[in-house]
Structures are given as structure tokens and as C-alpha cells.
């Protein structure tokens, strides 16, 4: 469970008890802190998913490196 999990499902429009129900490792109490902290504090909300974001790409720029080419260029990913 990540934080960007909980922030996507409440954009989602999922409500914190939604939220317990999918994912049940999760207490209500839980659920309206981390939302709570997320609303009080939005630059740096926003600044954790940049950064997730670019490790996410660095991640497949990584992984893509090691794919041979034929595939990447049958997958139109070349």
C-alpha cells in the first residue's frame, strides 16, 4: 500500500470507508489521516508523486535497455 494508491482511490471517488474495504490491512483511522495530512500539505503531495513518477520512468528507461530492439519494435515501443 502506497500512499498514491490511497490519493487515487479518493480521486477516484472512492470514500474512506471504500477505501478500508479495499484494502484491509487498513484502519478507518488510518485512511482519514493519511487524507487528512494529504489535504493539509498539497506541494508536498504533489512533489512525492513527481518523484515517483520519475523513478517509475527511469525504472523502465532501465528496463527497456535490456529488451532487444525486434521486440521492442513489434510492442511499437522502439
Same mark, same amino acid.
Given at each position: 500500500m502506497y =500512499?498514491? &494508491?490511497l =490519493? &487515487?482511490?479518493y480521486e $477516484? $471517488?472512492?470514500s474512506p470507508e471504500e477505501m478500508v474495504l479495499a484494502y484491509p490491512s487498513l484502519t478507518l483511522a &488510518?485512511?482519514?489521516a493519511v487524507l487528512a495530512w494529504a489535504l493539509r500539505h498539497p506541494e508536498e503531495v504533489a512533489a512525492y508523486r513527481e518523484r515517483? /513518477? /520519475? *523513478?517509475a520512468r527511469a525504472a523502465e528507461e532501465r528496463? *527497456?535497455?535490456h529488451l532487444p530492439r525486434a521486440l =521492442?519494435? *513489434?510492442l511499437g515501443r522502439a
Open positions: =500512499l498514491e &494508491d =490519493l &487515487d482511490a $477516484g $471517488g472512492l &488510518d485512511v482519514y515517483v /513518477r /520519475r *523513478r528496463a *527497456r535497455a =521492442l519494435t *513489434r
